[in-house]
């Protein structure tokens, strides 16, 4: 089931994908197929850090892909790195991403409060899109 609107909270090891409406939530989770591997930001001593799985987050944009209007949620790097891969691989679909959110490890409904409230202020302001 598709719907206009989808909020992925993501880490380096899982998506957490819904698609939402007012009263309805469809949950997709993806998971990292390299979960021992750590994603984070550039370290004191390098400037290098570990990338994301490309796979991984491909296929969190294929679960993402049915929704036109995206929130990207979580904590640390993860959101830059989907970003990221977006624009690399998939450029359609970086206008789709409408807002990002900086959230630790809330629950499932914090996720769908937080993309319903953040859709909700968007919808008074825009005209949505078919």
Same mark, same amino acid.
């Given at each position: 089931?598709?719907?206009?609107? @989808? %909020?992925? !909270?993501?880490? +380096?090891?899982?998506?957490? %994908?819904?698609?939402?409406?007012?009263?309805?939530?469809? $949950?997709?989770?993806? /998971?990292? /197929?390299? *979960?021992?591997?750590?994603?984070?930001? *550039?370290?004191? /001593?390098?400037?290098?850090?570990?990338?994301?799985?490309?796979?991984?987050?491909?296929?969190?944009?294929?679960?993402?892909?049915?929704? &036109?209007? !995206?929130?990207?949620?979580? *904590?640390?790097?993860?959101?830059?790195?989907?970003? /990221?891969?977006?624009?690399?691989?998939? *450029?359609?679909?970086?206008?789709?991403?409408? +807002?990002?959110? @900086?959230?630790?490890?809330?629950?499932?409904?914090?996720?769908?409060?937080? @993309?319903? $409230?953040?859709? @909700? $202020?968007?919808?008074?302001?825009?005209? &949505? $899109?078919?």
């Amino acid at each position: 089931m598709a719907h206009y609107h @989808a %909020v992925v !909270w993501l880490d +380096g090891h899982e998506a957490r %994908v819904f698609h939402i409406t007012e009263t309805e939530a469809e $949950k997709i989770t993806v /998971r990292d /197929r390299k *979960p021992d591997r750590h994603v984070h930001g *550039p370290s004191a /001593r390098s400037r290098e850090h570990t990338h994301a799985d490309q796979d991984y987050l491909h296929k969190v944009v294929e679960a993402l892909a049915g929704a &036109q209007e !995206w929130l990207i949620v979580g *904590p640390g790097e993860a959101k830059n790195e989907l970003i /990221r891969h977006i624009e690399a691989h998939d *450029p359609a679909f970086r206008s789709r991403i409408v +807002g990002i959110e @900086a959230a630790d490890h809330p629950s499932d409904g914090q996720v769908c409060a937080l @993309a319903r $409230k953040h859709f @909700a $202020k968007l919808d008074r302001t825009l005209p &949505q $899109k078919g």
